[in-house]
């Protein structure tokens, strides 16, 4: 298991930009594949971006594509999401997401991971 602690959140104008992290507990993270979510009121948690456990592969929404840039520094155990041009649709609590994994695979379905965070609420205003 790993405790994930999500930050960077807040509230950005339309076509802000923000960066989010996900600090993890364990000095292990680099066995752990990490995806970020989100999830707006009433609607389901959805895919954002996902890192394998050394940066070898990443995978994006493609919604996000262009704008958002997932990135991890495994010497501080930290996972990251540059967030650039951002909509007011994207207003949403942000979570991060960990699973322990021998490949170099990313993984984009939330029933694969059984560790989250307590998320980051991010308002983007028009």
């Known amino acids: 298991q790993v405790q994930l602690v999500e930050s960077g959140g807040g509230l950005v104008q339309a076509g802000g930009s923000l960066r989010l992290s996900c600090a993890a507990s364990?000095?292990?993270?680099?066995?752990?594949?990490v995806g970020w979510f989100r999830q707006a009121p009433g609607k389901e948690r959805v895919f954002v971006a996902a890192i394998s456990r050394r940066s070898d592969n990443t995978n994006y929404a493609d919604s996000v594509k262009g704008r958002f840039t997932i990135s991890r520094d495994n010497a501080k155990n930290t996972v990251y999401l540059q967030m650039n041009s951002l909509k007011p649709e994207e207003a949403a609590v942000y979570y991060c997401?960990?699973?322990?994994?021998?490949?170099?695979?990313?993984?984009?379905?939330?029933?694969?991971?059984?560790?989250w965070g307590q998320g980051t609420q991010v308002t983007v205003s028009s």
């Open positions: 997401a960990a699973r322990f994994t021998t490949t170099d695979n990313y993984y984009d379905l939330v029933s694969r991971y059984a560790n």
């Open positions: 364990r000095s292990t993270f680099s066995n752990y594949a």
